[in-house]
């Protein structure tokens, strides 16, 4: 029995041994399998042929990278800038926006903007700030800040001042700085929203075709329509020229009551107190979900106001630079806040560490409903679809460049995070989301 004893301790070693080894081999194979997979799919998908692409998963819990290509290379990311637009209100901002400041003085209101995006945005639910104004008695004064950022970011393109994803940035947004147009075949002019900017109509004289249109000149309100008789019934969001003069007529014209500028040298505000207007997440869920570029800019603006009372967005990018994005593998070139502008350049190896510090402060179930979820919700709605939503990231698209960065939770249970970009092609954006999309199912069903 003794001697039994002592053969069976080392076959038993042995045997354990063998197995670790076999587990590791098939691990590894496995492993090697899908890296191969994928490297066929990047080399041979027509698509990816057009332009250049980028990608990095990265798996938190092993602390490994399950797979990269041109990881280290920077990429225009468009609208991903808003991944680190998203971790700059986690980092400054509280659980709810300021909406307003004020002082009262006497029989006198003062107020300025926080940069909140919410007021009058009928794409939010906040009514705080609307409430408040119209229910003071004292006489309202609106004070324009002293230095007031420009109304657009640098790179953007200056030709799409008329689209509604190009609205001016402010220190305080009213009805989401743009105007709504609808065609209607009852009136022979558009139906204006608010009714304030009927006064901008004209009819475009010169204008022909069958289409419904409205043009806004390049700086100024002046808004040219083309309703042609039959048109189908259309709406268009053209933003507007803001300045000082047109917020408080246009508040005087919807609180019913006048509300007059007051310049800032002459206004106090050291005594002010902060109305706050609406949850922090519906503003990040909007933004996320269907790429709002109006609640970016303005978070950073927020932001800026906290950090040094000074509505700025370099104030805010280079205090997250300096405090909170040292430790990224790459440097980021960082400009705005929605990635309009073609000066951002990330790598995706960046972009998947910070999506890892995103990850280790906000509770899954809550980054996942921020985020949109592929072939449920948000831009990738009819995207990544299976049974549960296995994608959960932010889109970024501009001409000839389209990302995709976020989680993705494997059918195996496990989270990994990527970054996957593309710049440059040629083709259609359709082609290169199919070739994305058989990527991220290989390594959902694989992985």
Request: charged residues 25%.
């Amino acid at each position: 029995m003794k001697i039994l004893r002592r053969l069976k301790a080392p076959i038993l070693k042995n045997i354990f041994r063998i197995f670790i080894v076999v587990l590791v081999f098939t691990s590894c194979s496995s492993s090697k399998v899908l890296t191969s997979q994928l490297d066929e799919t990047l080399e041979e998908f027509p698509a990816f042929e057009t332009g250049f692409t980028g990608i990095m998963i990265y798996d938190p819990v092993a602390k490994k990278v399950v797979y990269e290509h041109n990881s280290e290379k920077y990429f225009t990311p468009a609208s991903n800038t808003k991944l680190f637009t998203f971790y700059t209100g986690l980092k400054i901002l509280g659980d709810s926006a300021a909406g307003l400041e004020y002082v009262v003085k006497e029989d006198s209101l003062l107020f300025r903007g926080t940069g909140d995006p919410s007021f009058l945005y009928d794409k939010l639910e906040s009514t705080r700030v609307l409430d408040f104004l119209k229910t003071r008695n004292e006489t309202l004064y609106y004070v324009p800040p002293i230095f007031r950022e420009e109304h657009f970011g640098p790179g953007w393109s200056w030709d799409d001042y008329n689209y509604y994803y190009s609205v001016e940035r402010s220190d305080m947004p009213v009805f989401g700085n743009y105007a709504t147009f609808t065609s209607t075949s009852e009136a022979e002019i558009p139906v204006a929203k608010p009714k304030f900017f009927y006064r901008f109509l004209l009819k475009d004289s010169l204008a022909t075709g069958d289409n419904f249109r409205v043009m806004r000149e390049r700086d100024q309100n002046k808004f040219l329509y083309h309703q042609p008789a039959g048109a189908e019934k259309r709406s268009r969001e053209v933003p507007f020229v803001y300045s000082p003069q047109l917020v408080t007529e246009l508040l005087s014209d919807t609180l019913q009551k006048p509300v007059k500028i007051l310049p800032s040298e002459k206004a106090d505000f050291s005594n002010s107190k902060i109305l706050y207007s609406i949850p922090a997440d519906s503003l990040y869920k909007r933004m996320l979900q269907v790429s709002d570029n109006l609640i970016a800019e303005q978070l950073l603006l927020m932001s800026s106001q906290v950090i040094s009372d000074t509505l700025k967005t370099d104030i805010a990018i280079d205090y997250m630079q300096k405090n909170y994005l040292q430790d990224l593998p790459d440097e980021v070139i960082w400009v705005d806040g929605s990635g309009l502008s073609v000066y951002n350049k990330f790598t995706p190896r960046s972009v998947v560490k910070l999506l890892e510090k995103i990850s280790e402060e906000v509770p899954q179930k809550r980054l996942f409903q921020l985020l949109p979820a592929g072939g449920e919700s948000g831009t990738i709605k009819n995207f990544y679809k299976a049974e549960e939503p296995y994608v959960f990231a932010k889109t970024g698209t501009i001409s000839n460049v389209h990302a995709l960065s976020g989680y993705l939770k494997t059918k195996s249970g496990k989270v990994l995070i990527f970054s996957f970009m593309n710049n440059n092609y040629t083709v259609p954006s359709a082609e290169i989301k199919a070739g994305m999309e058989l990527i991220l199912r290989n390594i959902y069903l694989n992985y």
